[in-house]
């Protein structure tokens, strides 16, 4: 695995860069985009962020600096580097995924997944990192980038919110969160931006959704579950959406909490959380990835013959954790 060294190297020769995020992306994702779009900027280099969707992202998402300038699509424009950043394997760059394959031998990869086993020419996988954005905020001190205000917005985002407001990570996110407000960074509003606010109509959707929630016993492993059918989030914000996996993480006397979000009539994107079983193992098991806490994956067919695939994963998994 590539240093930071290495990848500042990389950056500073570049006169043009494209910075890309996962498809589906969150607060650390499209906080990385932006923050490293800036510091490049800041260098004089050329420049611009990418999502490999059609669709916009959360709107709340749109309340970090730089984020409307993201572009979403599947064509990838040329450069003489790629970043894809926060992105656990290729596949997560969505539909940038082919292009960015053909152009592989130009790929840098900065990422905290723990699955990931790089998929660029130069892949920096820094596991004990709370965040992407952790890794952006050293990357930029070997730069020699000012952390001005609306970059720390940026970092604050993915740190935050990638930490569970601070609940887990090591002791230095603290340290760089104090840098980052020291800078100027509002962490009241960007809480109320990123994590708090919901409409009404949005609650009621998730009240739905919390109350057919189900406990399943799977070879002695407790499983709490949430299903959000394509007819509950049809018409809903992606953020409250994405919201109901913060129920189920720590659901008392269950070892796992689970999501399935429908993205369409037959399609799912699903969320796993559990406190003690390292359920990155079941998302790759899957065809996802994650990090041990906290991890995700697709599945395609009726919620019926998803669960089925995931009950055969977890059989015995219990045993194994």
């Given at each position: 695995?590539?240093?930071?060294?290495?990848?500042?190297?990389?950056?500073?020769?570049?006169?043009?860069?494209?910075?890309?995020?996962?498809?589906?992306?969150?607060?650390?994702?499209?906080?990385?985009?932006?923050?490293?779009?800036?510091?490049?900027?800041?260098?004089?280099?050329?420049?611009?962020?990418?999502?490999?969707?059609?669709?916009?992202?959360?709107?709340?998402?749109?309340?970090?600096?730089?984020?409307?300038?993201?572009?979403?699509?599947?064509?990838?424009?040329?450069?003489?580097?790629?970043?894809?950043?926060?992105?656990?394997?290729?596949?997560?760059?969505?539909?940038?995924?082919?292009?960015?394959?053909?152009?592989?031998?130009?790929?840098?990869?900065?990422?905290?997944?723990?699955?990931?086993?790089?998929?660029?020419?130069?892949?920096?996988?820094?596991?004990?990192?709370?965040?992407?954005?952790?890794?952006?905020?050293?990357?930029?001190?070997?730069?020699?980038?000012?952390?001005?205000?609306?970059?720390?917005?940026?970092?604050?985002?993915?740190?935050?919110?990638?930490?569970?407001?601070?609940?887990?990570?090591?002791?230095?996110?603290?340290?760089?969160?104090?840098?980052?407000?020291?800078?100027?960074?509002?962490?009241?509003?960007?809480?109320?931006?990123?994590?708090?606010?919901?409409?009404?109509?949005?609650?009621?959707?998730?009240?739905?959704?919390?109350?057919?929630?189900?406990?399943?016993?799977?070879?002695?492993?407790?499983?709490?579950?949430?299903?959000?059918?394509?007819?509950?989030?049809?018409?809903?914000?992606?953020?409250?959406?994405?919201?109901?996996?913060?129920?189920?993480?720590?659901?008392q006397g269950c070892d796992l909490g689970v999501v399935f979000?429908?993205?369409?009539?037959?399609?799912?994107?699903?969320?796993?959380?559990?406190?003690?079983?390292?359920?990155?193992?079941?998302?790759?098991?899957?065809?996802?990835?994650?990090?041990?806490?906290?991890?995700?994956?697709?599945?395609?067919?009726?919620?019926?013959?998803?669960?089925?695939?995931?009950?055969?994963?977890?059989?015995?998994?219990?045993?194994?954790?």
């Open positions: 695995m590539g240093d930071l060294e290495q990848v500042a190297a990389w950056l500073k020769t570049a006169k043009k860069v494209v910075v890309v995020g996962h498809l589906r992306p969150d607060a650390d994702a499209i906080g990385s985009v932006t923050a490293l779009v800036a510091a490049l900027h800041q260098r004089g280099i050329e420049a611009e962020g990418m999502i490999g969707q059609e669709q916009r992202f959360a709107e709340n998402l749109y309340t970090i600096p730089g984020a409307q300038e993201v572009q979403r699509g599947d064509r990838l424009p040329p450069a003489d580097l790629y970043v894809a950043v926060d992105c656990g394997s290729l596949d997560r760059t969505g539909l940038l995924s082919g292009e960015i394959e053909r152009n592989v031998d130009k790929l840098i990869v900065l990422d905290h997944h723990a699955s990931n086993e790089g998929f660029g020419a130069l892949n920096h996988i820094a596991v004990e990192a709370e965040a992407t954005t952790v890794i952006l905020y050293d990357l930029f001190h070997l730069m020699g980038v000012e952390i001005d205000r609306p970059l720390a917005h940026c970092l604050y985002a993915g740190l935050v919110t990638d930490t569970g407001s601070f609940r887990w990570g090591g002791t230095r996110m603290h340290t760089i969160a104090a840098d980052l407000m020291s800078r100027g960074v509002d962490a009241r509003q960007v809480a109320a931006d990123l994590l708090d606010q919901v409409s009404a109509h949005d609650l009621k959707m998730v009240g739905r959704v919390l109350a057919g929630i189900d406990v399943l016993n799977i070879d002695g492993l407790s499983l709490a579950l949430l299903v959000a059918k394509h007819r509950d989030v049809v018409g809903h914000s992606a953020s409250a959406v994405e919201s109901l996996v913060d129920f189920v993480h720590s659901i979000k429908a993205t369409s009539a037959n399609s799912w994107a699903v969320s796993l959380r559990s406190e003690t079983l390292d359920v990155s193992q079941i998302a790759v098991a899957l065809g996802g990835g994650g990090h041990r806490p906290s991890a995700g994956y697709t599945a395609v067919g009726s919620y019926q013959e998803a669960i089925d695939e995931l009950i055969e994963v977890l059989r015995g998994f219990g045993d194994r954790a």
